[in-house]
């Protein structure tokens, strides 16, 4: 296992003014905060990018006043999508960004129908599990996003998607256990290799 | 052991905090410990065997989202513009701890030593700050260097050891180490100048000015990079040349390529780096000139001529891009004598006779009309 970076330590010297340690933070979290960002608003590759120099720059600016956060992703994610929102409640983009919380419930399942056909046709199990994922209302993928690939605590999962700890963990037991079931019968052939290696 | 893991089921062990830390960080003491307790619990093995699967299956699903690609220019582009911001905004904040510290500075002045010597530090600081790209350039080259310099208002010409020609234009000067035309050809100019390259395919030729790199294997242009310009422009007569920036993450590659790349320009096309934003933007030169032809030009006199041959015609002469609609255009034809006028100026004339606009973008010529009848 390769060392961990004392990232308190790199954001305490970047508050003295460090450049260096600044960049070191840049670098850390820039491909997370610029996927995040994409998932946001995905037709919006140059608004992601504003958003993050407007983060950086922030930080930079205010450098001296700020407090050394627990978790710098989960602190730079926050920030990133604040600013997005901010910059779209204001209307200075256009509307591409989904957060009605009841969006949820009308966002249509795909029927056993439709599941079989998508399995015919799916070439690999990664192309039809994507298929399924895309198919998950957006505040799941956006929750499991974070959950098993930011790998974010319920706690912080729950600030970001602005609800409770408790709501968040269902959020992603809920996303989780829809995918069990809508791979159950692919489960045994097209994860067969997964059997065999374990 | 406490057993709350006996009842669950896949999903519940994959949505919990343990058994997701260990799958994607295992330790010895998480091995030991669900190991332990698989041992302890057979009847569960099968479903935790299940969580592991669907944990990879739910990952797998979020490939893209994990593969999302920033590149490296991008990643580069995107520090850069957040460093200019950030210099700006300390040079803002510079002036007012200055002011600050006037009151204090008032009244101890008399005796002060000490301030006196603050303000030279912060002085030579914000002088370090302003450290002007050519001289960071210069200080890398030994004592045998060489630096032209032209302080008068006439443009000086000279030529280089390799048999280049430069035109180095008012207040503007030029650095090269001794070795020039034997290990590199490569300068260093600060202001303007226009070179005709010795064309060695072998040993491309750099032009670094402020910001931005200039790579060219045989060719005529112009570099405009003043030290407070706020951009940096390389025109070109002839030949082609390829730019880069000084912080290109690939920069090392471009320089010891042989062949150019990057943003490649061709006569009569130019680069403009916005050096705040370190952005480039690449347009058409604001007068473009005839290309030097090796058969003598047909000269532009049109009878009813079609309107697509006619462009093609003025692509080739002045070299630029002109894009329309070929199939629309075949049913507009031109009678002009368009030999005296400028490139805008004709595409003006052709598209006024055919009822036609123009507009100019990243250095092409767009032809928009609904066609003729």
């Excluded at chain 1, 992601?48 to 450098?63: G, N, P, T």
């Excluded at chain 2, 400028?342 to 928009?368: F, G, M, P, R």
Aim: charged letters at 25%; hydrophobic letters at 40%; aromatic letters at 10%.
């Amino acid at each position: 296992m390769d060392t961990p970076i004392d990232e308190q330590q790199l954001w305490q010297d970047f508050q003295q003014g460090d450049d260096d340690a600044y960049t070191q933070l840049y670098r850390l979290h820039v491909r997370a905060m610029y996927r995040y960002g994409l998932s946001l608003v995905p037709v919006s590759e140059a608004f992601v990018l504003d958003c993050i120099h407007d983060v950086f720059a922030e930080i930079w600016a205010k450098k001296t006043r700020l407090t050394v956060p627990e978790n710098v992703r989960y602190y730079l994610l926050k920030s990133l999508k604040t600013r997005i929102l901010h910059l779209l409640k204001r209307h200075e983009r256009p509307h591409l960004f989904v957060s009605q919380p009841d969006f949820d419930d009308l966002w249509a399942e795909p029927s056993s129908d439709e599941l079989l056909m998508q399995e015919e046709e799916s070439f690999d199990r990664e192309q039809l599990i994507k298929r399924l994922v895309s198919q998950l209302p957006p505040r799941q993928q956006e929750a499991i996003r974070l959950r098993f690939v930011e790998n974010m605590e319920y706690t912080q999962i729950a600030e970001l998607l602005s609800m409770n700890r408790q709501s968040a963990q269902n959020l992603v037991f809920r996303a989780v256990e829809k995918l069990r079931s809508w791979l159950l019968p692919s489960l045994f052939y097209l994860f067969q290799d997964f059997f065999s290696s374990k | 052991m406490p057993n709350q893991y006996a009842f669950y089921s896949a999903a519940d062990f994959v949505i919990d905090d343990a058994f997701l830390k260990h799958q994607l960080t295992p330790t010895p003491a998480s091995i030991d410990w669900w190991n332990r307790w698989l041992s302890e619990n057979p009847s569960q093995q099968e479903e935790w065997n299940k969580a592991v699967r669907l944990l990879e299956a739910v990952r797998l699903g979020l490939n893209d989202y994990t593969r999302t690609y920033l590149t490296p220019e991008t990643e580069a582009m995107l520090l850069s513009r957040i460093q200019a911001t950030n210099r700006l905004h300390d040079e803002e904040e510079a002036p007012i701890r200055s002011l600050w510290n006037q009151p204090w500075i008032r009244y101890v002045a008399a005796a002060s030593v000490i301030s006196l010597i603050g303000i030279g530090w912060w002085g030579q600081q914000s002088f370090q700050r302003r450290t002007q790209p050519y001289q960071a350039y210069v200080a890398t080259l030994d004592e045998s260097k060489i630096e032209k310099v032209n302080q008068g208002d006439k443009p000086l010409h000279f030529q280089l050891p390799d048999g280049s020609q430069v035109t180095l234009f008012a207040k503007s000067r030029l650095s090269f180490d001794n070795f020039f035309g034997k290990k590199n050809r490569s300068v260093y100019l600060s202001g303007k100048a226009f070179f005709e390259v010795k064309k060695q395919p072998n040993s491309p030729f750099f032009v670094y000015a402020n910001e931005l790199v200039t790579k060219v294997l045989g060719t005529s242009f112009v570099v405009q990079a003043y030290p407070n310009d706020k951009q940096v422009e390389v025109q070109v007569k002839t030949g082609k040349v390829s730019v880069f920036t000084q912080n290109d993450p690939s920069k090392a590659q471009k320089l010891s390529n042989r062949e150019l790349e990057g943003i490649v320009l061709t006569p009569n096309q130019q680069i403009t780096l916005n050096r705040q934003e370190l952005r480039l933007a690449r347009a058409l030169v604001p007068e473009p000139q005839l290309l030097a032809q090796p058969i003598p030009l047909p000269a532009f006199e049109f009878e009813e001529a079609p309107v697509p041959q006619v462009l093609e015609l003025i692509e080739k002469a002045y070299g630029v891009n002109i894009v329309y609609d070929a199939e629309l255009l075949s049913s507009c034809t031109l009678t002009a004598s368009l030999s005296e006028e400028s490139l805008a100026q004709k595409i003006k004339l052709i598209c006024q006779a055919i009822d036609a606009t123009s507009e100019t973008i990243d250095a092409q010529i767009v032809i928009y009309s609904k066609g003729c009848h």
